[in-house]
């Protein structure tokens, strides 16, 4: 019901989301009574001017001085309305409040990361306080592509791009999971570029990042750790854990399993394979897929974090 009173709008939840659907409504009213009145006129028109007999003959006029300002004075100032307010909800939208909590945005084939200010870093949900303005600072990984970060409760649509910030920013107006998507096709795993900003309380946020803060990767069993990487670094954007394929291979079951590669070894899939797939994507191609897995995650990630991505495979048995 509420789609139909909205025009088929998702509903409203940011602070600007009313005006755009204000501007939105009445450029479509405007267009409907155009549409309405334009069709009347034909319809009207062509009944009463059809050529009634042989002797009829079209009579000659030049201009109309006076019709011809009026259809070009009231589009004017038409399209002018729709110029300014437009102009000013842009503005709004373009412009954070100053005291903004800055949440860092990356984007990468095929996940998120959502950095805040304390080093928190989520990968899959962002999660921000209610009726506190938000400003995302975005950029796509390196050598990665474009993608673009939408909510479409908020209005709220930004592309990222590498080595180049983009801003946007939101205050939402009330608690709640508020779907997000990756609106630019961007390969493979754009599909499940999606998650939810999750919107709380503030005594609920503030609780939710003392827990996340007190997480030590150090002190975390090695299992953990690659079940957080496994998300972070994106693999989930390639791999499964449910036994579907995706990009890549799913990592259910995987371990121990015979695994054929393009070049027609084939290859037990113990500790070892792992982490040379890992590091090595390149040297062992799994028979079937491409051969596009990226292949920095040996100089970006410790020792440490690698052992924990296997540990995190093998138990998923
Ligand atoms: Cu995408």
């Given at each position: 019901m509420e789609y139909l009173t909205n025009f088929f709008l998702p509903s409203a939840e940011s602070t600007y989301a009313g005006g755009v659907d204000a501007l939105f409504h009445f450029i479509n009213i405007i267009s409907l009574i155009l549409v309405v009145g334009i069709t009347i006129a034909i319809v009207y028109f062509s009944i009463k001017y059809r050529?009634?007999?042989?002797e009829d003959t079209t009579p000659l006029i030049t201009h109309n001085t006076k019709l011809e300002i009026t259809w070009t004075v009231i589009p004017l100032i038409l399209i002018l309305i729709v110029f300014g307010w437009g102009f000013n909800d842009y503005v709004e939208m373009r412009t954070p409040p100053a005291n903004a909590y800055e949440v860092y945005v990356e984007s990468f084939s095929f996940g998120w990361n959502f950095e805040h200010p304390n080093g928190v870093v989520e990968s899959e949900n962002l999660t921000v306080p209610v009726n506190t303005p938000v400003r995302l600072i975005m950029r796509s990984r390196q050598d990665d592509v474009l993608h673009s970060f939408f909510v479409p409760q908020f209005r709220l649509k930004q592309d990222l791009m590498p080595n180049r910030n983009t801003y946007a920013w939101f205050e939402a107006v009330r608690p709640g999971d508020f779907v997000y998507f990756?609106?630019?096709?961007?390969?493979?795993?754009h599909s499940i570029m999606n998650g939810y900003v999750r919107v709380v309380e503030q005594d609920q946020f503030d609780e939710y990042m003392e827990e996340e803060m007190g997480r030590d990767l150090d002190a975390m069993p090695l299992a953990e750790v690659g079940e957080l990487l496994y998300r972070r670094e994106g693999c989930q954007g390639c791999h499964t854990t449910d036994g579907a394929s995706r990009v890549g291979p799913t990592?259910?079951?995987?371990?121990?399993t015979e695994r054929e590669m393009t070049d027609g070894r084939v290859l037990t899939a113990d500790e070892d394979y792992l982490l040379n797939a890992i590091v090595n994507p390149r040297d062992q191609v799994v028979a079937g897929?491409?051969?596009?897995?990226?292949?920095?995650y040996g100089d970006t990630l410790s020792e440490r974090e690698l052992q924990g991505l296997v540990e995190f495979i093998k138990e998923l048995q």
């Open positions: 050529r009634k007999s042989q990756c609106t630019e096709y961007c390969g493979g795993g990592f259910a079951g995987l371990f121990m897929y491409p051969n596009n897995m990226p292949a920095h």
